[in-house]
């Protein structure tokens, strides 16, 4: 599996997902900067969490305008694989690779801990590893992440099993509980919680987020 992850000053969570990768995969992903315009031949882009361009205007808004997305973009439309987490999820949807946008945290407080969440979609190339209605636990990070969306794409999510993951106890006030939600074609998955912050038996507590990189393997390999 060819993957890259895009860099962002502000960025900080890249190394930890490139590590998840390498460890998944065996092989290294490139580390693609926010200023190149050609993205290496890629299966898998992943846009990690962090502040970047440190969330001055908005969570996102000047990333998804750096000139590395519009490769992604273009990778997008060939099929390639996009995995946002977090800050990345938000870049996602200032591109509109994916409806809605995420808003400040209900209690307007930063939240770092781990929430338990439950799978509602298994049948894409990111949670063939995990089992409709299986609980996880995996930390979130972040003081923008609300989901919010109008009820017409409510709707069409719903509808449609884009929804991969919903909160089992709402951390952050996201309209009906939406943790992660995927693309029309579920190539595409933002989500708030960090599963390369789950991935390593060494660091302690759980292993859930493994299974992501481990679907992605599979798929892709």
Same mark, same amino acid.
């Given at each position: 599996?060819?993957?890259?992850?895009?860099?962002?000053?502000? =960025?900080?969570?890249?190394?930890?997902?490139a590590?998840?990768?390498?460890r998944?995969?065996?092989?290294?992903?490139?580390?693609?900067?926010?200023?190149?315009?050609?993205?290496?031949?890629?299966?898998?882009?992943?846009?990690?969490g962090?502040?970047?361009?440190?969330?001055?205007?908005?969570?996102?808004?000047?990333?998804?305008?750096a000139?590395?997305?519009?490769?992604?973009?273009?990778?997008?439309? &060939?099929?390639?694989?996009?995995?946002?987490?977090?800050?990345?999820?938000?870049?996602?949807?200032?591109?509109?690779?994916?409806?809605?946008?995420?808003?400040?945290?209900? @209690?307007?407080?930063?939240?770092?801990?781990?929430?338990?969440?439950?799978?509602?979609?298994?049948?894409?190339?990111?949670?063939?590893?995990? &089992?409709?209605?299986?609980?996880?636990?995996?930390?979130?990070?972040?003081? @923008?992440?609300?989901?919010?969306?109008?009820?017409?794409?409510?709707?069409?999510l719903?509808?449609?099993?884009r929804?991969a993951?919903?909160?089992?106890?709402?951390?952050?006030? =996201?309209?009906?509980?939406?943790?992660?939600?995927? =693309?029309?074609?579920?190539?595409?998955?933002?989500?708030?919680?960090?599963?390369?912050?789950?991935?390593?038996?060494e660091?302690?507590?759980?292993?859930?987020?493994?299974?992501?990189?481990?679907s992605?393997?599979?798929?892709?390999?």
């Amino acid at each position: 599996m060819r993957a890259s992850v895009i860099v962002f000053p502000g =960025s900080n969570c890249d190394r930890d997902v490139a590590v998840a990768l390498q460890r998944a995969c065996g092989r290294r992903p490139n580390m693609v900067w926010h200023a190149d315009v050609r993205l290496p031949e890629s299966d898998l882009v992943v846009i990690p969490g962090g502040f970047s361009y440190g969330d001055y205007l908005r969570t996102g808004a000047v990333a998804a305008r750096a000139p590395i997305m519009r490769e992604v973009a273009a990778a997008a439309k &060939k099929g390639v694989r996009i995995l946002g987490i977090c800050n990345g999820f938000q870049v996602l949807c200032e591109t509109q690779l994916l409806p809605g946008v995420l808003l400040r945290n209900r @209690d307007l407080k930063f939240i770092c801990r781990t929430v338990e969440l439950d799978v509602v979609n298994s049948d894409s190339d990111f949670t063939r590893n995990w &089992k409709k209605g299986q609980k996880l636990r995996i930390p979130i990070a972040h003081g @923008d992440g609300s989901y919010f969306a109008d009820s017409g794409t409510l709707k069409s999510l719903n509808d449609n099993g884009r929804v991969a993951l919903r909160y089992c106890d709402n951390p952050n006030g =996201s309209l009906e509980d939406i943790a992660g939600i995927f =693309s029309e074609n579920r190539r595409i998955l933002g989500l708030m919680p960090h599963p390369e912050r789950a991935a390593d038996p060494e660091l302690g507590g759980s292993v859930d987020g493994a299974a992501v990189f481990k679907s992605l393997v599979q798929a892709l390999a």
